[in-house]
């Protein structure tokens, strides 16, 4: 409060208005800069500090701040909030993305959906916040977050094909995808994928459910965003009685890891289908993977493709490589003790690698009658050591999901913009 009362108080006599009195000192100089090209005036309200920089510095800087900074700064003046709706500054925006560390959206579960009804909550892991995201169209009794890509993220039911919703909740825009015109309705599971096309420049979902009375993979179907319609996929015979867990998109793919019935031969396995020519690739995991019979985990880790294994005490992370041409093969890359004995009514995830020597775990724990309560820790396997994030804002249960935000926009990717 005192730094931001200090702030306002410098801008004052540099003519900074009082919208802007919350923004970057640096920001606000570049404003200064900006303010100076549209008038040309000799704007008294100009401090010598400020410098002239030419547009594209302006726009390279702009597309390095968060998300949330990128649109404060839109408010200020309509030339700013062009830029915002640029197709190629959030383009730029988005490939920075990378290069910031990752945020957490999370979707409350439990009792806890009552009160976080309609909506989910942003995590900045890095500066410990959470606050609260709207998102009108959703139910969260009724859908669920399902897979993110590009700051968006799909959302739709685990027993209903319609509605499925792509959001931007940084941006908070939502819209619905075209109704499946299946008329089967009672669905026993349903996973939904989202990705974007690099080839054709289109994000493209696709989905795969059960019938209630078929306990196998039943259907998988892909729609284009600005399509109307789904189409039927062909896919592997051999998937058809595994489950599929939860999507990742990484390098223009689309993975899910999928488990067969005890006592099948490679129980586990990784399935893959590439979005530009829309076909299946299945993926082999060692075999000494599957006949442990352990939680695996499917995720994007450091940028790569990763299989995390949690066994016991002890974590080892696999890497994937390689493409849809080439092929696919996993190697290991790291394996650590966690020193502590997992199972039975504690659990942990893996979030993403906070720095080379720390990782970021939700940690879930069941209390008596069933009751679920999660957290976060930093897990320092060099240290030995757990630290703990206090966070307010958090609900007791909740479903996650890695999110790098950006101002891509669901509308614009539905008419093909």
Known sequence: MGGSKRRRARNRDAGVSKREADLPLDIISIMGGSKRRC??????????????????????????????????CGSVCKTWYAFTQDPHFIKLQLSRTN???ARLILQPSGMDTDYYLNGLVLLDSEECKARKVAIQEMNCTAHHIMCCCNGLVCIAAENMLNPVFICNPITEECVTLPPSKSKIEDILSH??????????GKYKVVRAYKFLNKHEVTRFEIITLGENKWRKLIFPRSIRECKIWRSVFWNGNLYWRISRKAGRQGRESILAFGLSDEKFQMISIPASIGARHLDLQLLVLDNCLTLVEHESHMMHIWKVTGNMVEGFSLSPQQTYDTYVRWGGCFCYAVMLRSNPNRYLLQVSAMYQKGKVKSHFVHFSPDMAQYFPLDITGLPEQFKTLCFNPSLVSPKAALLGF
Not at 39 to 58: M, T
Not at 191 to 200: E, P, R, T, Y
């Open 39 to 72: 008038a040309r005036n000799g704007d008294a309200g100009v401090s010598k500090r400020e410098v002239d920089l030419p547009l594209d510095i302006i726009l390279d800087i702009l597309s390095r701040l968060p998300v949330e900074s990128i649109m404060r």
């Open 191 to 200: 996973n939904v994928a989202l990705g974007f096309d690099s080839s054709s």
């Open 99 to 101: 290069n910031q560390p």
